[in-house]
């Protein structure tokens, strides 16, 4: 009988952790399928590179409007409630691009993509906390860890989910467009919108379905308690502001996921424009840098057993400052191998920034940590900056940005690992 209720109970913890865990998953998928969506509005709308980036520029804003409104929501409601509220704005804008698609308006598409970027800040927000609290505290690390490998996984279907959903099998190049009588391109740009219909109604269904299960399931008390933090003061920002570590962090942070979102979002445009390979092909070189990327977690959590991750991550911002500079330089296939090279080198920079900016933060780690989710905003600004350029010069020549992005990040790490290093030097030496 003992065993029948040490079995139930175990049960009862391992169908929430499933539920929580898959979320890591779900927004890695709708971040990555923007990668796909920018080339194909850039068809369906006649875009420019500067103009179909601005669907990064909508998702990332989304992000920073929420993110400290999310974190309130969560302390007053609790994590379970924010998670539920975070998937039923996720699936209410994927199912936004029903009606989008049908009165074939650009600002449409944005703005259903601002209410998935929403919903995913309210995940965010909530579901890092909540894997440490669904469960035994000398396990929380395992349970987080477990929960972020999933998140590269839904990044790989996303691209997946777009290449063989989303992208025709064969497009017409730019002399068979220009032949095109009036009505016949207008029809084509219409299936083109409309392309996108489908697998977002399906996302979006599946999401709010994901979400009734949530509601209906039975969560450790923690999940559902209001969660018990300091509150964000002006005097804590002023805290915050007088700490310089701190700032750099936030700043190298906004880089790097510009940087990040820069590369992903105009790999298939660079192998488009400077290979010549098909929009297929091309996706494929996308799906391949999140494998790598996927990797380089692995391996870098390896190598930090040896390695302090500060160290680490300035070399692997180093190296990548080389790798962008390729794509410059060398644009055509040496070019798109190292942009493809990049992400795995990325992988372990966003963690690791993260940490070593809230190190010694005390009762400042919270709202710091907002800040730091803020900070993703970059992935707005660099990916729009990458199109100007492109617009007026070259895809090859828009990689600078990130190359110069990834400097900012090494400067962090190597700043941030001497000071830690300096710290333990003074406390070996405090009797």
Partial sequence: MTGRRLEGAERARLVPL???????????????????????????????????????????LGYFLLALPAAMFMRRFGYRVAVMLGLALYGLGALLFFPAAEVRLYSAFLGALFVIAAGLAFLETSANPLMLVMGEPEGAARRLNLAQAFNPLGSITGVIVGRQFIFSAAEPDAKQLAAMPPPQLDALHAAQAHAVQG?????????????????????????????????????????????PRYLFGVLAQFFYVGAQVGV?????????REVGSPERAAAGYLIISLVVFMAGRFVGSALMGRVSPARLTALFGAINVGLCL??????????????????????????????????????????????????????????????????????????????????????????????????????????
Wanted: aromatic letters at 10%; a neutral charge.
């Fill in 264 to 272: 992903w979002s105009f790999l298939i445009r660079y192998a488009e």
């Fill in 199 to 243: 697998p977002y109604l399906v996302i979006g269904l599946f999401v709010l379905v994901w979400g009734g299960l949530i509601a209906l399931t039975r969560f450790p008390t923690a999940a559902s308690d209001h969660a018990a933090s300091e509150q964000g003061t002006m005097a804590d920002v002023r805290a915050l502001l007088a700490r």
């Fill in 18 to 60: 499933i539920l929580i865990v898959s979320l890591f998953f779900l927004w890695g998928m709708a971040n990555n399928l923007n990668d796909v969506l920018i080339a194909q509005f850039r068809k369906a709308f006649s875009l420019g590179d500067l103009q179909s980036g601005l669907v990064q520029s909508a998702f990332y």
């Fill in 326 to 431: 390729v794509g410059v330089l060398a644009p055509g296939m040496a070019g798109l191998i190292a942009l493809v090279a990049a992400s795995f080198f990325m992988s372990v920079m966003y963690p690791t920034i993260f940490a070593l900016s809230v190190e010694g933060l005390g009762p400042l780690t919270k709202i710091g940590a907002s800040f730091l989710v803020m900070a993703i905003i970059g992935g707005a600004v660099l990916t729009a900056a990458m199109g100007w350029i492109s617009d007026r010069a070259s895809i090859a020549a828009a990689m600078a940005v990130p190359a110069l992005a990834f400097a900012v990040v090494a400067a962090f790490a190597l700043t941030a690992g001497r000071r830690t290093a300096a710290a333990g030097l003074l406390a070996e030496a405090t009797p």
